[in-house]
């Protein structure tokens, strides 16, 4: 993501292999410019990360043989990042429309795993403690 926010001159002299396969990147580098040009340094690697995820599902969506496999229910998509600095791992959560750190107190799957497990009063009125 650095080589896609990096000035085309500067990384296309150095590696236009890599900046042939960022040209699958062009419409995050887009969304990137017009909606993120507030960030910087880290903040900007990692928006970008999380369109271009966005952006790759999206032209999942496109292929038909994808397409008509979402559409009879045998395909899902998933949006994931994995932040190799800190080994955490986000999924996109459509409905709120954000990315969630895979098993915080946003994940719902977590959400419910809470829910299930009786609180410390509910053991000791059980007598299980």
Sequence with gaps: MQALLAPPTTVATRTPLVMSWLGHAEATR??????????????????????????????????PVIASRISSGKVRLHGWMYKIDTGEIFFYDADCGQFIKFGSEQDPSARRMIASQPSPAQHTADGKS
């Design 30 to 63: 887009a969304i990137i410019r017009e909606h993120y040009g507030h960030l910087q340094g880290p903040a900007l690697v990692n928006a970008a990360a999380e369109e271009n995820v966005l952006v790759q599902l999206e032209h999942l969506r496109t292929l």
